[in-house]
């Protein structure tokens, strides 16, 4: 049975349904824009004002600041939308379900010619996931990226691993970000969801609860002895610490990779308790179970035996610190649970100006199994915002706002909620929780009859007594007689314990359009990054300082031509620190010619040309 159905039943009921009784899952095809879920299996009712849909669904967080999510569930839903005659008005959802999957951030460095495939990995560093289709988030340089063959990437659900198609082209210096949710299949795990927003006149009053919790007696791909149980309760909250050995003896099984016990002298440095791949039935005496630590967090490497089977191999520490990145160790994943509240409220004083307040409490616990540290769950958020936009003669807009958050240093989100490049924007180099302040104030004047935006934002970051930050940030923007100029510069200064920086970055974009010419358009642009950081006492050149400069021509036709096009040049020069001073590093020249035929007759032609 596969069967999809879409209409009204009467009543003014509405239903929509996919149901089938195929028992092998199946993940869509990520290489299209928009994907079709094979393995959803819904019913949804309507009926304004109510929504009930019971199956699979997607669930996503509106109108709030800190609570930002977007989840695949399997449950059940209930949505209305109350209209009074008083003018008021009630929205409530309701959700009760099952988790399809677990959040995941990955980020890394793009490698110069290398499109992909890029593989991902989840949060306890598995290698080998599932991605719930159609869940990913994907940005390089903080642009999120779009899904298809035609587009910028495609994606293999089933083995994780992304490729980036020839129109976007990766480099050493592409920032890539992906967010996504992939099947986690250690605990049973549960989400309750609620939100209320009323609304009257010129207020709003809304509250929101997300809960997700693992059971803990109810684990997916391992059952837990009770010495493990005690293991996990005497450990708290410190999980990085959740490991137990990964060796075990056993009898020699020529079929199995197994290894023997000995000892390695190196300069002079004798280790102990190092295991060597070996085939001798006498020795090859032990079974390893090895993990992934990360770089430089273990002693061992993989390699490849004789009959290309993957094998574990020693390398030594260089100077106490390790060379490797597996140990022989295995990773017990505690079961958490995860609550947020956010309450606010929202004014609109007048036809001017409005107001907007809202608080977050949350109670993250990393380890159900542990009563230890409970008071470090608990975490606490706020934010208030104030706008006001006054029109004047002549067409004139002026615009202000100010903006402030707060943020526990045990406050736990759901999902990122801040920009996805904040931490390089702010020069952030760790990301260990700290109490945080976010203070913005931003002004903008606006020539509507000539098209000219002029505007200013300062912004201050301090964490604690460990770090301060300052930023201030010019803009100007027009559009006026085909002459089109987009300019802006950023200035950071910051502090923390060790070091200062100064992160300084200018940009300017001119582009000219010939109306004659069908639209066929020219522009030139420069953008710069200059980001010294210098130790505090010595005032000496840090090794993470960097500058780059960038330069981009193009020569187009817009999309709606007939024939469109873009030929675009870019220059890019690296310079990186060396011996305490600036030194030329790295020159990048890219050239690019793209385009389309919009109006054939039943067919389209695309092309890309990257050198």
Known sequence: LDLRLSGKIGNGIEISAALTDNNIPLQPDGTTQQIQDFDKIYIQLKKDPH????????????????????????????????????????????????????????????????????????????????????????????????????????????????????????????????????????????????????????????????????????????????????????????????????????????????????????????????????????????????????????????????????????????????????????????????????????????????????????????????????????????????????????????SNSLNYEFKSSNFQQIEPYRNVEFSRDWNIGNQLNFTEHIARFQTQLADIKHNILVGYKFSTFIRQQQYKGFENWLSFGTNYKNIKIAADIRALTTQDTLYKSMFLRPAITVAYSISKARGLSFSAGFYQENNVFRNKLTNVLQPNSFRNNNFLFQFFMPDTSRWNFMLEYKFRKDIEVRNAAFKDSTTAHTVEFRGSANKLKNQTFNWTFTY
């Not at 996504?180 to 049973?188: L, T």
């Not at 390699?303 to 295995?330: D, F």
């Open 51 to 398: 929504t009930v849909i019971a199956g699979d669904y997607n669930l996503k967080s509106f109108d709030s600041y800190f609570m930002k999510f977007s989840k695949q569930l399997q449950g059940a839903s209930y949505v209305n939308n109350l209209k009074f005659k008083n003018g008021m008005r009630l929205q409530t959802s309701t959700s009760l379900a099952v988790s399809r999957g677990k959040f995941a951030r990955n980020v890394f460095q793009g490698t110069e010619g290398n499109q992909g495939p890029y593989r991902l990995v989840g949060n306890n560093n598995e290698t080998f996931i599932i991605v719930l289709a159609g869940s990913e988030k994907v940005y390089v340089d903080g642009i999120r990226l779009q899904r298809g063959e035609l587009l910028d990437y495609v994606m293999d659900y089933n083995t994780g691993e992304l490729v980036f198609m020839p129109r976007f082209l990766i480099t050493k210096d592409s920032r890539i970000v992906i967010e996504f949710e992939y099947s986690d299949k250690n605990y049973f795990r549960t989400t309750v969801h609620e939100a209320i927003q009323f609304q009257w006149k010129n207020l709003s009053v809304f509250n929101k609860v997300y809960s997700e919790q693992d059971a803990k007696n109810r684990p997916i791909s391992n059952n837990l002895s009770d010495s493990i149980k005690d293991f996990l309760s005497g450990i708290g909250n410190n999980i990085s610490n959740a490991y137990i050995s990964g060796v075990r003896t056993a009898t020699f099984d020529p079929n199995k990779v197994q290894y023997r016990l000995t000892d390695s002298t190196v300069n002079s440095t004798t280790f102990d308790s190092v295991f060597v791949y070996a085939t001798n039935p006498d020795s090859a005496k032990y079974l390893l179970n090895f993990s992934y630590l990360g770089p430089n967090k273990g002693n061992y490497i993989p390699s490849k035996n004789a009959n290309n089977v993957r094998v574990y191999q020693w390398v030594a520490p260089v100077g106490g610190v390790p060379q490797g990145m597996y140990e022989p160790l295995i990773l017990l994943v505690t079961p958490k649970s995860q609550l947020l509240f956010t309450f606010g409220t929202a004014y609109k004083i007048d036809n001017k100006t409005n107001i907007r307040v809202e608080m977050g409490l949350s109670n993250y616990d990393k380890n159900l199994f542990s009563p230890l540290g409970k008071k470090e769950n608990i975490g606490y958020s706020a934010n208030a915002q104030f706008n006001r936009s006054d029109s004047f003669k002549h067409q004139f807009v002026f």
